[in-house]
């Protein structure tokens, strides 16, 4: 019906859609009053759903305890390789929260205990890193945000997370360095990498963890694999574009200098792509701590384990003291990833006389370590923060809350009451009524209307797929959790973007704002929101808004600041007001950017879908959950899937709407 349509000569294009919106509206309509003639339209008969969940565990259960590969089980080669990465993650935890425990004697009866690094050491080494990479301003920031670690008692717990990141950090850049490599040789291997990066992005992180436990085992490494396979893909990413924006005439000169193929990518390809490759390091670092609470489900202990428990206690004090130590861990290496990549590489110098010369930052981070370390053996505050000088804020916190439920309780309430009947529940009721066939053709019909027919095939393709595993109502139920969260985010964070954009003492203060809110780790996010709002819909949608706010401010800010001059300047000419030119100017052109942060919205917010199932939501991301407490890998990796279905539906075409706009504006 569509292509006949759109083939209809003499029509304008926006009737003829129009009124292909119209007949299939009224198809949907008229499919929903004849329920009871086609019961199978209404409701996807179980019998029909494909055992794919069934299938997936069946596979699972074979690779582990009957595929052999040589002279070893496949069980064998992922725990060899689990105790392979334990030596490495033995070693930090030793260096940073445990110390080394040496045994000799025959019957090792012997034993010697090697201190950690004291507090005062590491506080003061990544004083002189942040300096050495920034200058003075980061390193003192670098030195506050370790010091708050130690003097609010978080130090211990801080100490086991960050040894956790300095291993997989390293090992997921490797990776990703190396797959991006591979990739970038041929544009057959980028259209092979690009949808298994898509679907580990957008996978829920709780649907994959079962597989890990089962092929690793329950503990550290598990967790810090984990970790890796959720921050591997910013790298691959990374790499795909750096390598692919390297110079021309760099490449032909390091030929025409008679490099090798290894030599051309090391030498000289990699080392001109540093910018952007130190881009997709601070994703993998980020990425990296935003799962350490996720991480601490399946062993990793630490900071994550910490919330985690205060999240299951409600003990909300304890919770935001530990999430905010994870927030500025991540605001401490975020800053000083950035400040590293855009630090030019060292000048030529004449080589000084000495080590102590050539190395002033390393030598002086090395003697404190040797005089810290060795005064620690002395007096013991040297080597822990004395517990009687810590401090705590968690009191505080709980008073609040409570002042706030005991205060203001009947107006929390009234407002939750109000949205829930007047238009969650409506939404919720108006999604799950449609009929399946009726919500692939729609979005089949948006597909075709915004890509063409390759489009319109692939998002119903991905929309089948959730029918067809029988995971239908329950995305219907995400689908509107998502759907009012994003209309909310962007109702309060478009207006803030304007406004930073229009004001660069506001721009600034929001960035640091903003930058702050995308280091806190999601579930920090459930903590008040549980104790003001307890369980249910609603609390589900506050956090969601609360976490994915932050694109659409920020992408608003950019769209606007990134609208020439030349044409704000036309516009005033031309006799426009402050309020015609961003209205009627800067809106509209900057409105492709903004709807690729919505986009980003949608995207950060079915990520918080699967952790806010921990309040009693009833979607696919409680279907991922229960799958993780069940250890039933197939069922999770199924849901997980549809969670991937919708993000990839929701970014394809917001994305083809974007560019047509850009081609319709000359922005392309």
Known sequence: MSFAIAETPGRPLAGRWSMAWMAALLLAYGLYNVEELVPWAAKYPRGWVLPLSFWISDFMKWLINDATFGLFTFKQLTRSIAWLLTWPLEVAEGLLASGFKLVFGADDEIVYQ????????????????GNLAGGRRLGLLMGACFLYLAVFGQWDSAMTTLASIMVAVPLGVATGLLIGIWGSRSPRRVAMVTPLLDLMQTVPVFAYLVPVLYLFGFGPVAAMIATMIYSVPPMVRCTLLALKLVPAEIVEFGRMAGCSPRQLMWKVMIPASRPTLMVGVNQVI???????????MIGAGGLGFDVLTSLRRLAIGNGLEAG???TLLAIALDRISQAFAAKPPPEQRQAAPSFLMRHPHFSLAMVIVVVTTGLGLVVPAFQSFPEQFTLTTGPFWDASVKWININYFDQIDAVKSFLLINILIPFKRFLLDIPWPAGVGLIALAGYQLGGRRLALLVAAMALFIVVTGNWPKAMISTYLIGISVVIASIIGIPIGIWAAGNDRVHNVVQVAIDTLQTIPAFVYLIPVVMLFRVGDFSAMIAVVAYSLVPAIRYTDHGIRQVPQSIIEAATAAGCTRWQSLRKVKLRLALPEIMLGVNQTVMMGLSMLVITALVGTRDLGQEVYIALT????GRGLVAGASVACIAMITDRLISAWSQRRKRELGLD
């Open 630 to 633: 069940k250890a039933d890998s």
């Open 324 to 326: 905010i130590a994870i």
């Open 286 to 296: 980020m990425l990296s701590l935003n799962m350490v609470i996720i991480a601490s």
């Open 114 to 129: 090697l201190p950690r690094l004291s507090w005062v050491a590491i506080v003061a080494v990544v004083g002189i890193l």
